[in-house]
């Protein structure tokens, strides 16, 4: 039985994986997502590639070089724009 990365098999039979996505930057915690149901683990391990393929094509988004002040304001001014901030 070939062994790939990230694939597991669960306890009704079914292949699953899990990849871990993308480091956020504030917490330093890695996101991971699980996916299940695969019938064979070579699908899996196809879905598992093909997921962190579209991972890495996306921009990511970060955060360096606002201060806290300028992240603050820059939420609390999204929120007056859009009414969700009360008196």
């Known amino acids: 039985m070939p062994k790939f990365r990230g694939v597991y098999k669960d306890t009704k039979g079914n292949w699953y994986f899990k990849a871990s996505t993308h480091k956020d930057p504030l917490t330093g915690k890695w996101a991971q997502v699980t996916r299940r ?3 064979t683990a070579a699908d899996a391990s196809e879905a598992r590639e093909t997921l962190l393929r579209e991972v890495e094509a996306q921009p990511s988004a970060t ?3 606002l201060t806290v002040r300028q992240l603050v ?3 609390l001014d999204e929120c007056e724009a859009s009414e969700r901030l009360g008196a």
């Open 37 to 39: 149901g695969f019938a």
């Open 63 to 65: 955060v360096s070089g």
């Open 73 to 75: 304001e820059q939420y």
